[in-house]
């Protein structure tokens, strides 16, 4: 049986082809994307839309649904003969491979082929998607003088109404696109023999999660042990060569396997099963604190196309704190927050309150303080009637990561991590962020930045204190778990 490719099963055969050989026989086995790989689908949306404005006077030739390329293949044709302007989503098919173009721009007597990612830079995803539209393109008997990509300009910051002409800049890969053409051709003949044999064997590595993390991974994956060599901190593409040679539990690594003094003591706790603790160290962090102590945590949400004046492109812009404050060791917290109305630039308000609940003695214990520190940074630069006081939290500032990044306290069940959401289950158990309805940073984000478009469908209210609870609960862990360190 023959098949046929389109740019997205191409891009994923490139990736693995075991992957495009289940995506085409096997595609009960898909995992569905998630909410954060839908919105990222959703932002190249946007974009390629806005990038459209760039090429005006263009003919749509969008498919109506998934399955009605002949339509689109029909139009794109009909377009060119014309000779418009520009095509927006020309459809091509060449010897079984079929490709849809962001926007086709006039060139003489040729076109230019335009590909528009929602990124800051060139990949070589991009490139090998630009090189296979070329190749469909110009083999269905369309010449192409060009290509280009348009990527995000990071540097562009908004004042006023969107400049998509700043927004958005021109990278020329037509002679990469070009020496890709012999590959190319060679991977199309190969793929398409993959699709009419035997599901290829290919052993697991880094094409399971890079450029693009793999719907079939929890199939190839299913083989790897609970307490695997993945879990191994800091190990990257290491992991693959222990386990092809037949190490495959964390605790077979061998002291011969090159690994840091970190590997070296995960590997020690995770044969030994019991926690490491350094308790001097550990006195000494909890003893430099100075009270009252304010245990603060923010959530911000990054958008492609800057929302507000003085945003620059994937900024992250404050929406939420909670703050816990204990008085002295070991006594009862006070808990302050701040949620931002969704529809405006939520900065202003934020840094008000943020210096409103902060007391101007103490010490502000956060967990990962580089994250923090660069938004207060960033309000200090884009409020200047604030800069002075914002800065003047900076060096009050102390990281709660500090003795599990360190090590000082490494237990196996942590699995060589030391974010808060690793922690917390190892020392204080009965908190769990499973038990709430938005329980990641991540999903917090997005969900806010949903409702910020006025694109959230659900409860608006279910959502807010979904919100609150989440963020809440990362300052109450944070005071948690110091009291585990205080006892130790």
Known sequence: MAHWLSKSSYLRGWQC??????????????????????????????????????????????????????????????????GVPAIYEATFMHEGVLAAVDILARDGDGWTLVEVKSSTSAKDQFLEDCALQYHVVQGAGTNVTGVRLLLIDNHYVRQGELEVDRLLTALDVTDEVLARQPAVRERIASLKGTLNDAMPDVPIGPQCESPYPCEFKPTCWKEVPARSVFLLSHIGKKAFELHHSGIRELKDVPEEAGLSPAQRLQVSVERSGRPHVEAGPIRDFVAGLRYPLHHLDFETFALAVPPFDGVRPYQAIPFQFSLHVEDGPGKPPGHLSFLAEAGGDPREEFSNTLLRSIRPEGDILVYNRSFEARIIKELARDLPHHASALRGLLPRLKDLALPFARHWYLDPAMNGRHSIKSVLPVLVPELRYTDLEIGSGDLASLSFAQLMAGRYTGDIQQLRNALEAYCTLDTLAMVRVLRVLRDI
Not at 17 to 25: G, S
Not at 51 to 66: E, I, N, W, Y
């Open 17 to 82: 082809p075991k992957a495009l050989w289940m995506w085409k026989h096997r595609p009960d086995l898909r995992r569905p994307p998630s909410p954060q790989q839908l919105a990222i689908f959703e932002q190249g949306t946007q974009v390629g839309l806005l990038a459209q404005q760039l090429f005006p006077g263009g003919v749509d030739c969008s498919p109506r649904h998934h399955h009605a390329q002949e339509p689109a293949l029909a139009a794109t044709q009909e377009a060119v003969q014309r």
